[in-house]
């Protein structure tokens, strides 16, 4: 890995993984409002900060149907990547993609987390990637089978956080002035935890 830096909008890319219907009917580990809330509120965080991102599916049209529409809803720009592979990274495609964000640090969140998480971080980090793991904004199957998928990717070198957590390393100081309302807007409607937040930075009188 390379010499530690904390992520922020230059430096990283968002990756979204099967976040579809039929694949969030096998989640057990999180409740799926909860899950789909904190998808949705990782997506917005990345727009704030305009974080290149990739949005990728299986098998859309005979098993999981099209990514949330509410996820998608936040990027209409993107076009997600439709594959057929279990695996993201063993489609030319999605690897096409992640390498023209150009850059090296991933912060990836899937279904299942035993295998569409699991597999491409893995292949990922034997890419020379940097692999974050959105654990709020993944799922899987009961909670063991979520945690033994994450343990590995821990052992190997991926790291774990939370949708929110890389909200604040992209904001980091709340003097930016320029991305504080709406990171604040965000909280509130996806936290509603308005007592974590700072009070507005001074306006100074001109």
Do not use: C
Request: no cysteine.
């Amino acid at each position: 890995m390379s010499e530690f830096q904390l992520l922020d909008k230059d430096n990283s890319a968002l990756i979204f993984i099967d976040h579809q219907p039929q694949m969030a009917f096998g989640v057990t580990n999180i409740d799926r409002r909860l899950l789909k809330n904190n998808a949705v509120g990782l997506a917005k965080a990345g727009k704030i900060f305009n974080v290149p991102t990739v949005f990728s599916a299986v098998e859309t049209e005979r098993f999981s149907g099209d990514i949330w529409p509410e996820l998608l809803a936040v990027r209409p720009d993107i076009v997600p990547l439709k594959r057929a592979s279990m695996n993201a990274w063993e489609d030319a495609a999605f690897i096409k993609a992640i390498a023209a964000t150009g850059r090296k640090k991933l912060v990836i969140s899937a279904l299942w987390a035993e295998t569409g998480l699991t597999f491409p971080a893995l292949m990922a980090l034997e890419a020379g990637y940097e692999v974050y793991l959105v654990t709020d904004a993944s799922g899987g199957t009961p909670d063991d089978v979520h945690e033994r998928a994450i343990a590995p990717l821990i052992q190997a070198g991926a790291a774990p956080v939370t949708w929110q957590q890389v909200l604040l390393e992209y904001q980091r100081n709340w003097a930016s002035k320029e991305t504080y309302d709406a990171v604040m807007a965000l909280i509130r409607e996806h936290r509603n935890t308005d007592a974590l937040v700072p009070p507005a930075p001074a306006r100074t009188a001109k």
